[in-house]
């Protein structure tokens, strides 16, 4: 935080991110706790399929993009697009259509958002030192998700004072711009890419994404440590998925009734905000345990805790012992993913480094949208199973031994 450089990129996520609290609050609302829709597991599997997949279609884009643009102009522009496309989706709102127009205005919203993050994480080494980049890495994006969850909560308050779903997508957008502009304070260079002058022209580039996306996967071929760290953030993000979309069913279908949406909304936010101080916790513990542990061993030992928690107490299915849970799972969830950004982002080459990202957020994202498919499939209405819980307590353990024997047959110069 001391240096300049840092905090006006942390103000840019702080505030894209909290926006993105607002507008994901403006969509739960509107579509899953409206009293005219009871959604089960397929309905919540479309939404994370909305909400998600055109950040894995996009992703070979975005890399190509932010490995030749200005990564501090696409920050600035991709919150802009943001501000307007979250009006034209209160316009749709406002005339009443859940339809198609707006599942199409939501795609687009959310797939511009593929550039912001992204360009985010690429740009963060050019402003702290690499010595700092697991505080970094530590730092910024679970600060980002609590805003995102501040974000979240004051969405929820001007939807309960204004009991209009146009007002908090108002809202979204004059955030959104706000991080615009804020965006306007880095230099134009300052967050790269680095470029040599070798490079292809953009549309050569995009016309060679393939190419491109096969020169990124031969260089995770020869950075193990890496290309290990994507294989457990794809898995990390399936099995949680899992117990996300599970959590989501308990609230609304079998804790509270249909004629209590108030009330399971609200019990819902706090569960999400004891994932949250999960996610917060792991960020102040996790640049301690990294260096005593190193960082493949404090991934290997959360995925074993997150195992131990997923079943107990989560097993017991009680309102209390899902808030333990949720912190738990959540601490484990940041903990994990705060390493692997740390290991990426050393372990590759910068003029890479959008590209791999890209790769990074499209195994992120599919991990999520395939455990919600899956839960669509495997799990009751109520979501109350004892056998989706024993296969996801299984899954944290294998992949915790399965990550822990393969990093270790790999040298450190890679990590």
Not at 62 to 68: E, I, N, P, Q, S
Not at 143 to 172: E, P, Q, R, Y
Request: with cysteine; glycine share 12%; charged share 15%.
């Amino acid at each position: 935080m001391r240096r300049g450089d840092f905090r006006r990129l942390f103000a840019v996520r702080l505030t894209s991110q909290f926006g993105d609290g607002v507008f994901q609050v403006a969509l739960a609302a509107y579509v899953l706790f409206s009293p005219e829709r009871a959604p089960d597991a397929a309905a919540i599997a479309g939404l994370f399929a909305v909400a998600l997949l055109p950040f894995s279609v996009l992703g070979p884009f975005t890399g190509v993009l932010l490995d030749r643009w200005s990564r501090r102009q696409i920050l600035f522009g991709a919150n802009l697009t943001r501000a307007a496309l979250v009006l034209v989706v209160g316009a749709i709102v406002a005339l009443g259509n859940a339809g198609v127009p707006f599942y199409l205005a939501v795609l687009l919203t959310l797939g511009v958002n593929r550039f912001l993050l992204s360009g985010l994480s690429a740009g963060l080494p050019h402003v702290v030192e690499r010595e700092e980049l697991v505080m970094a890495n530590a730092v910024t994006p679970t600060s980002g998700t609590a805003s995102f969850l501040i974000g979240g909560g004051v969405g929820a308050g001007v939807k309960l004072v204004s009991d209009s779903d146009l007002t908090v997508l108002c809202t979204t957008a004059a955030v959104y711009l706000a991080a615009a502009l804020l965006a306007l304070r880095l230099g134009r260079r300052q967050l790269g890419p680095d470029l040599t002058g070798d490079e292809p022209g953009v549309v050569e580039a995009i016309r060679g994404i393939l190419a491109g996306l096969i020169d990124g996967g031969r260089h995770l071929k020869e950075r193990r440590q890496a290309a290990l760290g994507l294989a457990a953030i794809g898995s990390l993000r399936f099995f949680f998925g899992l117990v996300t979309v599970a959590m989501i069913l308990l609230y609304r279908n079998k804790f509270y009734g249909p004629d209590q949406l108030d009330q399971a909304f609200g019990a819902l936010a706090l569960a999400t905000g004891a994932v949250g101080a999960g996610l917060f916790i792991a960020a102040l513990v996790t640049p301690w345990a990294t260096r005593v542990l190193t960082l493949r061993r404090w991934i290997t030992v959360l995925f074993v805790a997150a195992a131990v928690v997923t079943a107990f107490p989560g097993g017991l299915y009680t309102q209390p012992a899902i808030l333990v849970s949720g912190f738990l799972t959540g601490f484990c969830a940041q903990g994990i993913k705060i390493s692997v950004d740390t290991l990426v982002q050393t372990g590759v080459d910068d003029v890479y480094r959008g590209r791999v990202f890209s790769l990074y957020d499209m195994i992120f994202n599919v991990g999520q949208v395939s455990a919600a498919a899956l839960g669509a499939v495997i799990l009751p209405d109520d979501g109350k199973s004892y056998p989706v819980l024993a296969f996801v307590v299984l899954g944290f353990f294998l992949t915790a031994l399965t990550y822990s024997r393969l990093s270790a047959r790999q040298p450190l110069s890679t990590a």
